[in-house]
């Protein structure tokens, strides 16, 4: 290590080892895991955060939870973050407070190293779980108008026996629920082993690398706006929704900025096929990587240039109480489609 930090080689072996952990517990979590959904499907994701909760690192898993995984920890430190000890995690699904849809379970684990023991970072996972209750088996009933009809809905809360059993008891399948659950507190348990070891290292540099990655990347593109629209067929099974439903962008590069402005989309519908705001986040984030240079680090700092204005209400930042099961299978691919059009 130099005197101004870590040469390239340093930072390229720094970023490697907290993927490696990301990517171990990914394969922990699968391993563990009772449902064929996260075991053989691998729906689910794994990500390391700074002690403010900025994303550090992720294993290359589902784009969709990736993105938007951020809002989640940020969620979970704001209800618990004062409040947490190394033995704590915290556990939410809601869709209102940085979920996505609510089968997708986000479980937070703080990272504590030194001596004495301080906070030093966080580590998540995220797992769709295949039921959580609600109106149909799955917990994504088509006809859904409400999020109350979707199933179980958890605020990040510490995630305790009695949590983890209300959890088991609304779903139709509460042994797999519950297995699924034991192996994402786990995969937190091993990411916090080997995160704490790693603690000393310069995090703040990884994330300032993939913020120099990103500015140098949209400095390339010529200054300008772009407009682009795509509709969604309907937002339900019944004849009255059988209407189409527009995503209007206008992405615009300023120098080394960004901003996608989805000002102009329809509002949210009284149907499932409505996003929150995280999973637009995540869409654009996967999008823009995509097509910028995917090999650019996928951290907090790659986002820093990245502006993403969605009009709340509207179909790609639903409100509640919304229904938001298609929002991250169906509405994310959309919000990606306007972005690569654009």
């Not at 190293?113 to 779980?129: E, F, M, Q």
């Not at 917990?139 to 605020?155: K, N, V």
């Not at 603690?199 to 120099?212: N, S």
């Not at 329809?266 to 995540?282: C, F, I, M, W, Y």
Request: net charge negative; with cysteine.
């Amino acid at each position: 290590m130099t005197s101004a930090g870590l040469d390239p080689a340093e930072l390229a072996v720094l970023i490697a080892r907290l993927t490696g952990v990301a990517h171990e517990m990914g394969e922990v979590l699968r391993r563990g895991a009772f449902s064929p959904n996260i075991k053989e499907r691998a729906d689910c994701s794994a990500a390391l955060f700074t002690a403010d909760g900025s994303l550090l690192v992720q294993a290359e898993h589902i784009p969709v939870h990736l993105g938007s995984m951020p809002a989640s920890v940020a969620a979970a430190i704001a209800a618990l973050g004062e409040d947490v000890g190394p033995a704590d995690q915290v556990i939410l699904n809601d869709p209102f407070a940085g979920g996505t849809h609510l089968n997708d379970v986000t479980v937070v684990a703080p990272v504590f190293a030194g001596s004495p023991p301080a906070l030093a970072g966080w580590v998540a996972n995220r797992a769709h779980h295949a039921d959580l209750g609600g109106a149909a088996p799955g917990s994504l009933p088509a006809d859904a108008t409400d999020i109350q009809q979707e199933g179980l809905r958890i605020p990040p809360v510490r995630l305790t026996p009695e949590v983890a059993a209300i959890l088991a008891a609304s779903s139709r399948t509460p042994v797999e629920r519950a297995g699924d659950l034991d192996a994402q507190i786990g995969a937190n348990r091993l990411g916090v082993e080997r995160f704490a070891a790693l603690a000393d290292q310069p995090l703040d540099q990884v994330v300032a690398y993939g913020e120099r990655r990103m500015r140098a990347a949209l400095a390339a593109i010529p200054d300008g706006t772009w407009h682009f629209e795509d509709v969604l067929d309907s937002f339900g099974p019944e004849s009255h929704q059988q209407v189409p439903t527009t995503i209007r962008l206008a992405l615009t590069v300023a120098g080394d900025e960004i901003t996608f402005d989805f000002t102009g989309t329809d509002p949210q519908r009284l149907g499932n096929v409505n996003a929150v705001e995280a999973v637009t986040v995540s869409a654009v984030a996967w999008a823009l990587r995509s097509v910028v240079d995917p090999t650019i680090p996928a951290n907090g700092g790659a986002l820093a240039p990245v502006h993403v204005v969605a009009p709340a209400g509207s179909v790609v930042a639903a409100r509640f109480p919304a229904a938001v099961g298609a929002g991250n299978v169906e509405v994310s691919q959309r919000v990606a489609d306007v972005c690569l059009g654009a």
